[in-house]
């Protein structure tokens, strides 16, 4: 009798064993989707953030625009080894770095091609964000880390690696990094409506027009809109290269 008793014991014992490993395992799966169900929420509250904060100087995917900050949505930016952090010899992670950055800005300018230093963001240091805030833009920055690059878009092509010979990617890189994004409507890779439509310039105006634009915005006016509000210093900005490249991506956007 007392060995029945042991037994039932025993196998409930066990029956309760097997039954709390597998609530286990569900609950460790529950918990990692949540864990991922707020990162991606993170990542989309810092979006928004970005777009409203931070996307005038370093573009609105990330591409950086000429003279005022630099891109951060490239395999160079990334780099451990030859990247961002190692130009200025930090040692931690690149999350930290990023999350640093945004914090307390950069007072001393790392580099003499850029206007002004980076400024604070952090609340703590005097800035507009909360922690919460910071720490979303930081998951939104560091998102583009495992972005394909070469490909328009979400950042894409216009922040990441081009081959050496393909002058649309190039263009595309010029484009977004002149802060010609914000302002142009061309295809699928920007939406603003600031400035003229460009999808079907080079098929309409051809390549002169287009560099008569960039180097002497003024020059023509397009019905609609008013001169001096295209920049007027992109000719001295951008290389001749630079521009031939941007010709060449409205050529290809036109011919799509």
Not at 26 to 53: C, D, K, M, P, Y
Not at 76 to 103: A, C, M
Not at 194 to 210: C, K, M, Q, Y
Request: glycine share 12%.
């Amino acid at each position: 009798m007392i060995d029945n008793r042991i037994t039932i014991g025993m196998v409930f014992v066990l029956i309760s064993m097997i039954v709390l490993t597998i609530y286990g395992i569900q609950e460790q799966g529950r918990l990692e989707e949540r864990t991922e169900s707020e990162h991606a929420r993170a990542i989309q509250r810092g979006a928004v953030i970005f777009e409203e904060n931070c996307s005038e100087c370093h573009g609105p995917n990330g591409g950086g625009v000429l003279g005022r900050a630099p891109a951060l949505n490239t395999g160079h930016f990334f780099d451990p080894t030859v990247g961002r952090l190692k130009e200025v010899s930090y040692n931690g992670s690149i999350e930290s770095f990023v999350t640093l950055t945004v914090t307390g800005g950069r007072p001393v300018k790392s580099d003499t091609q850029y206007a002004q230093p980076m400024p604070t963001w952090g609340q703590q240091y005097g800035g507009p964000l909360r922690e919460d805030q910071v720490n979303d833009v930081v998951a939104f920055v560091l998102n583009w880390a495992g972005e394909p690059r070469g490909e328009a878009g979400a950042g894409g092509a216009a922040g990441g690696d081009c081959d050496p010979d393909d002058s649309p990617c190039l263009g595309l890189q010029a484009f977004s990094a002149a802060g010609c994004v914000a302002c142009h409507t061309v295809a699928d890779y920007s939406n603003a409506v600031v400035g003229p439509e460009l999808t079907n310039v080079f098929a309409e105006r051809g390549p002169d027009h287009i560099r008569e634009s960039i180097m002497n915005p003024n020059a023509v006016i397009t019905e609609g809109f008013t001169a001096d509000v295209m920049p007027q210093n992109l000719g001295e900005l951008l290389t001749p290269e630079q521009i031939d490249n941007i010709i060449a991506f409205l050529e290809d956007v036109s011919s799509q």
